[in-house]
C-alpha cells in the first residue's frame, strides 16, 4: 500500500523508467484502483509490456498517471504489441532496474535528470526487434487512460529519431539514438508498418480516434546480442532534448554503464547526508530506503518550464503539498538546500504566472489545486526559507505573492469573516497569515505584518470551547479528532482553550488508543458500515494518512515528551518494514518516509516556525548534514529495538530522555531552532527506562508566550 514502484530514478530527478503493468497508480505491479481496505488484484502475476517513462511515486488518487514513451523489446510480431509477459528475476538498485520477460529478453533500465538509457539482451532470433510507443500514457484501469491530443514521430535514420506528444496541455519531447547496427528502422501506426515513412504528424486526437504509433527497430540477433536504447528528454522540443541526451550520454555508444555509473554516485552523495550507527540491519535498511523515497519527488529540473520561455528551476510532481509540507520539504531544506532554493523559486514563478500558490502540481498545464485538502501550504516553507536566512530569492517579490496568495479561494471568506468551511482551511489560512507575517516582519513592513498576525489569531474560530475539539464541519479523508491536533503557532493558547493541560492530554490518550481494545482493520471490499464504524472511533490513523502525522509531538506542549517517546516507538516498530507492504500507508511521494526519517533521528520540524522538537531516536548515533554543516544526534544508554513487522513476537518498552545537551551545554528544552540545527552541532541525549521530569517545564514557544530569553531562542 506504499504505492512506490522499484525503477530506475535520479535524486529528484525529471526522469524514472519501470516495467509497465497499466496496475495502479504508478503502472507497475498487480493492483487494480484502491482508497479503503486491501487493495484487490488486477493481474495474478507481476508482467509487463514494456518499460515507461515518468511515474508517480507513493500517491493515491492522483487522476493522471504518465508512464509515457513505452519501449517494449521482442521477439514476436507487431500485433501482440500491447500483450504482458510474465517478469522475472528483478533487480531494483538505486538508479537501476532490471528483470527477465517471459520471452527471454534481459531488460536493463537506468536514468540520469534528463535521460533514460535500456539495455536489452536477445536470445537468439531471426526477427528481433525494439518498439517505441509514443502514444502510451496513463494505466490499463478505467478512466485511467491519458491520451495525447497532438504528436509528430519523425525517423532521422542511423538509430535516429524524434517526437513530440502533448499530454495534459504539456509538450513531451524525446529523442532517440538506438545502438543496433545493421537493423531496419520504420515508422508505425495502429500495428501496421509504414515502409519508407520518415514522418507521422497528428493534429487532433482524441480518445475515439486514437490509434497506437511509434517507430520500431528491427534486425536478426544472436544469442547475447545486446540492444541500447538511449532517450533524451524535453519539454523545450526536441532539440532541447538532443542537446540533453548528448550533455549527460556524451557522443559515445553504450553510455548505460557511464549513466549508471554516474547516478548510483549521486545516490551515494545524497544518502550519506544522513548517516547512523547502531540499530538492527533491518531497522538500517527502512532508514535507508526512506531517505531514499524522501529525495524521488518533487522532480525539480533546469530551463525545462513549457509555460514561460525564461530559464530557470521548473519543478513538477508536487503531489501535494498536502502530503510534503510537514516532513519532505523540512527535509530537502535541510539536506539538498540548493534543490529546495530551486523549489521555492518554481513555487513563486508558477504564481506569478497562474495566480496562486498550488496545493498540487504535476506535468501538465495549470495547477492541480486540491481545494479540498488545504490552504496556502506553501507559506510555511517560505517562513522557513526565510528564518534560515536564504539569499538567493527576491523576499520582497516572494512576500507580494504571499500576501496575494492569502485572499485567493477561500482565503476570500476567511478575509471578510474570520472562518470558513471546510473548517481545516481556517487552520490553514490563519497559520498562512502567522507565516507571512514572519517574513514582513522581517522585512519591516511593521504595518503589514501586523495586519496578519491578527488575522493569524483567528485561528480560535475553527474550535468549540465547549468540547476543545474543531467544529462540526466537512473534513477530507480524516475527522475532527485527526486535525484537531495539529501543531499551531500558538499551542499553549490552543491547550488553554481545551481546558489545560490535563484535559488536553486525556484527549490525547483517547485519540491514541491508550487502555483501549485493539482495532480491526478492514480488509478487501470493506462495507461502509465497516468504514464508519471505524471512522467513528475517532482515533489516531497510524500514519496511513497526512490530518495526524505531526500529533505524537502534541504532548511536548502539554509537558509530557514520554507519551511521545511511547506513540514515536510504536509506530516506528510496528508499522514499518523491509519487504513489499513495509509501509504503513501511500508513501505521498516521499511524506511517509520523511516522517520515518525525522522520527529515527530524534528530532521532529514543526513546518513554519523555524522549529525542531527533540525526542527518544531509534539510533545510537545519526549525523544529519544540513545545509553544508554536521548535526550530530548521540546517546548514552541507548538500547537497540527490533522492527516488529518483521516477525519478531516482543517488544522492548521505549527509552526516554533523562537529560541533553546542546554543544556540552545543558538543555533543558525538549526543541532546538531549525537555525541551531542547520548551523551544525552536538546533541547528546542521556536515555533511560523510566520517564523523567526532563521537557516538562521548558515548553516549545507559543505566540502567547512572553519573548524568550537569548538562550531560550538558541
Avoid at 23 to 38: L, Q, S
Avoid at 543 to 558: G, I, Q, S, T
Wanted: net charge negative.
Amino acid at each position: 500500500m506504499g504505492n512506490t514502484h522499484p525503477g530506475a530514478t535520479s535524486p529528484l530527478g525529471m526522469v524514472s523508467a519501470c516495467a509497465y503493468s497499466g496496475a495502479y497508480p504508478t503502472g507497475y505491479g498487480r493492483y487494480t484502483k484502491n482508497t479503503e481496505g486491501v487493495p484487490e488484484e488486477m493481474f495474478g502475476q507481476l508482467q509487463a509490456s514494456g518499460f515507461t517513462h515518468f511515474q508517480q511515486s507513493g500517491t493515491g488518487a492522483i487522476r493522471k498517471y504518465y508512464n509515457y514513451v513505452r519501449v517494449t523489446p521482442m521477439v514476436q510480431p507487431l500485433d501482440v504489441l500491447g500483450e504482458a509477459w510474465p517478469l522475472r528475476d528483478e533487480v531494483a538498485e538505486a538508479g537501476y532496474y532490471a528483470a527477465t520477460l517471459d520471452t527471454g529478453v534481459r531488460c536493463e533500465l537506468t536514468v540520469g535528470p534528463k535521460v533514460a538509457v535500456h539495455r536489452y539482451t536477445f536470445p537468439e532470433h531471426t526477427s528481433a526487434r525494439v518498439v517505441i510507443d509514443l502514444s502510451c500514457g496513463g494505466l490499463e484501469s478505467e478512466l485511467g487512460r491519458t491520451v495525447p491530443v497532438r504528436a509528430q514521430v519523425e525517423s532521422m535514420g542511423h538509430g535516429r529519431a524524434q517526437g513530440t506528444v502533448v499530454m495534459e496541455g504539456v509538450p513531451l519531447s524525446v529523442y532517440l539514438d538506438v545502438d543496433s547496427p545493421g537493423w531496419r528502422q520504420m515508422l508505425w501506426y495502429d500495428r501496421r508498418l509504414i515502409d519508407g515513412g520518415t514522418r507521422l504528424d497528428f493534429d487532433s486526437i482524441r480518445h475515439t480516434t486514437l490509434r497506437p504509433f511509434g517507430l520500431l527497430f528491427m534486425g536478426p540477433a544472436v544469442a547475447g546480442q545486446t540492444v541500447e536504447v538511449r532517450l533524451g528528454f524535453s519539454l523545450r522540443g526536441c532539440e532541447q532534448a538532443k542537446q540533453n541526451l548528448e550533455r549527460e550520454c556524451g557522443p559515445a555508444q553504450q553510455a548505460f554503464d557511464a549513466v549508471r555509473s554516474r547516478t548510483r554516485a549521486r545516490w551515494g552523495e545524497h544518502l550519506g547526508r544522513v548517516e547512523v550507527e547502531g540499530g538492527t540491519p533491518a531497522r538500517r535498511t527502512v532508514l535507508a530506503t526512506s531517505l531514499y523515497h524522501s529525495l524521488i519527488k518533487p522532480c525539480v529540473t533546469d530551463d525545462e518550464s513549457p509555460f514561460w520561455p525564461t530559464p530557470g528551476p521548473f519543478a513538477f510532481d508536487v503531489c501535494t503539498m498536502w502530503d510534503i509540507y510537514k516532513t519532505q520539504l523540512p527535509l530537502l531544506a535541510a539536506i539538498v538546500p540548493d534543490r529546495a532554493a530551486d523549489l521555492l523559486e518554481s513555487l513563486i514563478r508558477i504564481c506569478e504566472e497562474e495566480g496562486n500558490f498550488p496545493i498540487g502540481y504535476r506535468m501538465s498545464r495549470g495547477a492541480d489545486r486540491f481545494f479540498r485538502q488545504a490552504s496556502a501550504l506553501a507559506h510555511t516553507i517560505l517562513a522557513d526559507a526565510h528564518a534560515l536566512g536564504w539569499a538567493g530569492l527576491d523576499w520582497n517579490w516572494a512576500l507580494v505573492h504571499m500576501a496575494g496568495d492569502l485572499r485567493r479561494m477561500y482565503g476570500e471568506d476567511f478575509y471578510e469573516h474570520g472562518v470558513v468551511h471546510p473548517i481545516t482551511h481556517t487552520l490553514d489560512l490563519a497559520y498562512a497569515h502567522h507565516c507571512t507575517a514572519q517574513v514582513a516582519r522581517a522585512l519591516n513592513d511593521r504595518r503589514l505584518a501586523d495586519d496578519l498576525e491578527d488575522r493569524g489569531r483567528q485561528w480560535t474560530n475553527a474550535f468549540d470551547p465547549d468540547t476543545g475539539l474543531l467544529r462540526d464541519s466537512e473534513f477530507y479523508e480524516g475527522g475532527k479528532w485527526n486535525y484537531s491536533f495539529r501543531l499551531l503557532h500558538d499551542m499553549a493558547a490552543r491547550i488553554a482553550l481545551a481546558g489545560g493541560d490535563k484535559s488536553f492530554i486525556d484527549k490525547l490518550d483517547r485519540f491514541f488508543g491508550f487502555g483501549a481494545a485493539p482495532v480491526t482493520q478492514p480488509g478487501r471490499r470493506p462495507q461502509p458500515a465497516e468504514m464508519l464504524a471505524g471512522y467513528a472511533l475517532n482515533r489516531f490513523e497510524g500514519l496511513n494518512n497526512e490530518p495526524d502525522m505531526e500529533a505524537p509531538w502534541a504532548y511536548h506542549y502539554a509537558g509530557r515528551p514520554d507519551r511521545t517517546a511511547q506513540v514515536v516507538k510504536a509506530a516506528l516498530t510496528w508499522q514499518f518494514g523491509t519487504g513489499p507492504g513495509g509501509l504503513p500507508g501511500n508513501d505521498d511521494s516521499g511524506g511517509l518516509s520523511s516522517w520515518y526519517v525525522w522520527a529515527s533521528l530524534g528530532l521532529f520540524p514543526i513546518a513554519g516556525q523555524n522549529l525542531f522538537l527533540i525526542n527518544t531516536p531509534a539510533f545510537a548515533r545519526a549525523v544529519l548534514k544540513a545545509g553544508g554543516n554536521e548535526f550530530v544526534i548521540e546517546t548514552s544508554g541507548h538500547r537497540e529495538t527490533p522492527i516488529g513487522v518483521d516477525g519478531l513476537d516482543h517488544d522492548p518498552p521505549p527509552q526516554y530522555v533523562q537529560s541533553a545537551t546542546l554543544d556540552g551545554k545543558p538543555l533543558h528544552a525538549t526543541h532546538l531552532s531549525a537555525a541551531t540545527v542547520h548551523r551544525g552541532g552536538r546533541l547528546h541525549l542521556r536515555l533511560g527506562p523510566e520517564p523523567s521530569a526532563w521537557g516538562q517545564g521548558s515548553r516549545p514557544p507559543s505566540l502567547s508566550d512572553p519573548p524568550a530569553k537569548p538562550e531560550e531562542a538558541r
